[in-house]
């Protein structure tokens, strides 16, 4: 039987780090996969990764990229055997409000 689960990320990387494992280690098709913000503003997250410090620092303004304005939903169809493995990925990249359907 097919499942769907989604959780809210800080970061755009976070999220994303998740997907490479759930894809990777558990052999979910990327297909079955969206990432999308968790509301309606075009975010990267609520929290900086990497990619939004410049010299130490926050960069000024977005400079083309999404604003941090929410958070980052991941939301994955997979077979109902691997509920669990799919939370733990979740939860072990920061993935929270996980719903499952």
Do not use: C, W
Request: charged share 35%; glycine share 10%; aromatic share 4%.
């Amino acid at each position: 039987m097919s499942k769907t689960m989604s959780a809210d990320f800080k970061s755009r990387r976070d999220a994303e780090t998740a997907v490479e494992h759930i894809v990777q280690e558990h052999g979910i098709d990327r297909s079955a996969v969206t990432i999308a913000p968790a509301g309606d503003d075009n975010t990267a997250g609520t929290e900086a990764a990497r990619a939004d410090i410049e010299d130490g620092r926050l960069k000024e303004g977005t400079e083309g990229e999404p604003a941090l304005e929410g958070e980052i939903r991941v939301t994955v169809a997979f077979d109902e055997g691997l509920t669990e493995k799919v939370m733990t990925s979740f939860e072990t990249y920061g993935g929270r409000a996980i719903d499952a359907v």
